[in-house]
């Protein structure tokens, strides 16, 4: 799939943060240059910088604080791919390369339209922080506040939750040829749902990345840190 070009070094993102875990000032600022490209699992490089720059405008922006880790989703990839990673951004290691469902409103195995409407039954773009646990329908689950006015910023109205699911597995995947799909919400693997989102939660970003034009120019994270 083609690529939009990187402006500047911002981004779509998604960011999580550990909990108890020490917090960076609000002048952190998180590059490329400090990871090892060699043990980011499949991410593509482009999209990691994007996301990280889009978490160091979070932070100089006040948006969040001190995140531990970062999660990127790069929706540009088939839901038969691993497509969902998580970054300690103090270590910089690669902690999780898993799967992830998009919306049934997204599409197929390929997600091509994104919303921020309820009913929409879409997923949603642009950056989150991770917030509080519940335990809902869909068992254990992690909510999410969209960051990007527009954009994702009903996702707790919608009730946009990172869960776990049975129909996120290879053996789904194997199946059908693709993930199950959820009503718009990132959702994971059952078998490391809790782990994962225990890892996560608690004030971090998310970083939801498609090549949409109108999320680039909207996004109060993209181009260089808009006001």
Same mark, same amino acid.
């Given at each position: 799939?083609?690529?939009?070009?990187?402006?500047g070094?911002?981004?779509l993102?998604?960011? /999580?943060?550990?909990?108890?875990?020490a917090?960076?000032?609000?002048?952190?600022?998180?590059?490329?240059?400090?990871?090892?490209?060699?043990?980011?699992?499949?991410?593509?490089? *482009?999209?990691?910088?994007?996301?990280?720059?889009?978490?160091?405008?979070?932070?100089?922006?006040?948006?969040v604080?001190?995140?531990?880790?970062?999660?990127?989703? +790069?929706?540009?990839?088939?839901?038969s791919?691993?497509?969902?990673?998580?970054? +300690?951004? =103090?270590? =910089?290691e /690669? /902690?999780?390369?898993?799967?992830?469902a998009?919306? #049934?409103?997204?599409?197929? @195995?390929?997600?091509?339209q994104?919303? @921020? @409407? +309820?009913?929409?039954? #879409?997923?949603?773009?642009?950056?989150?922080?991770?917030r *509080?646990?519940?335990v809902? =329908? @869909?068992?254990?689950?992690?909510?999410?506040?969209?960051?990007?006015?527009?954009?994702?910023?009903?996702a707790? *109205?919608?009730?946009?939750?990172?869960?776990?699911?049975?129909?996120?597995?290879?053996a789904?995947?194997?199946?059908?040829?693709?993930?199950?799909?959820?009503?718009?919400?990132p959702?994971?693997?059952?078998?490391?749902?809790? #782990?994962?989102? +225990?890892?996560?939660?608690?004030?971090?970003?998310?970083?939801?990345?498609?090549? *949409?034009?109108? /999320?680039?120019?909207?996004?109060?994270?993209?181009?260089?840190?808009?006001a």
């Amino acid at each position: 799939m083609l690529r939009l070009p990187i402006i500047g070094a911002a981004v779509l993102a998604a960011t /999580l943060l550990v909990p108890h875990a020490a917090h960076a000032s609000n002048s952190a600022s998180f590059a490329l240059a400090d990871f090892d490209t060699t043990a980011i699992g499949g991410i593509e490089t *482009d999209v990691l910088e994007m996301a990280l720059g889009a978490a160091s405008c979070a932070v100089k922006s006040g948006a969040v604080e001190g995140p531990g880790t970062l999660t990127v989703i +790069d929706y540009s990839k088939p839901s038969s791919e691993r497509r969902l990673w998580v970054f +300690d951004l =103090k270590s =910089k290691e /690669l /902690l999780y390369e898993e799967l992830v469902a998009h919306g #049934q409103g997204s599409g197929a @195995n390929m997600a091509t339209q994104f919303s @921020n @409407n +309820d009913e929409s039954h #879409q997923t949603s773009l642009g950056l989150f922080v991770t917030r *509080d646990t519940y335990v809902g =329908k @869909n068992g254990y689950s992690l909510r999410l506040d969209g960051l990007d006015r527009g954009v994702n910023d009903r996702a707790r *109205d919608r009730a946009i939750v990172m869960h776990g699911a049975p129909y996120v597995s290879e053996a789904f995947v194997k199946a059908n040829g693709r993930l199950g799909r959820s009503w718009g919400c990132p959702a994971i693997s059952a078998a490391v749902a809790k #782990q994962m989102i +225990d890892r996560v939660k608690g004030g971090g970003l998310v970083f939801a990345y498609y090549p *949409d034009p109108g /999320l680039i120019k909207t996004s109060k994270y993209l181009g260089g840190c808009r006001a």
